[in-house]
């Protein structure tokens, strides 16, 4: 969602996000790169719905984070110190890729859902060979957080 009361740019955005196309009868010109982001009618209604709990719903969220906060055996992600998380993905991190992935294991075999962060786009097969630079700080992370 995005919101402005800037009229020039909110038409902007909605331009880019109905694929930048011109508009004419029948033609299909584009003068920027867009994309297809415009929001189907139910999405909206349910995000309106959404908007209308969303003080109890953050609060549930922040109440869950708490709880893994409190764990003396998980280092949690917390907020900056200068902002106010929805916490709406709790991220917790181990200590190496064996540990996450036993309390992976553990976890899900429990019947409680937890994934690994995503993995890192030039560990995946189909960018295996593509140039790319040091992404070790990103890999390092991602052998050890939990969402």
Known sequence: MFLTNDEELGNHIKHLTTQAKVDHPWEYIHDHVGYNYHMPNLNAA???AQMERIKEIIENKRETAEKYKKSALLQFFNEPSNS???YWLNTIMLNNRKERDTFLE???NSGVM????WEPMNRLPMFKDAQCGNFSNAEWFADRIVN
């Open 46 to 48: 349910i995000g309106v």
């Open 114 to 117: 937890k994934r690994p962060v």
């Open 84 to 86: 106010y998380s929805n």
């Open 106 to 108: 553990f976890t899900n």
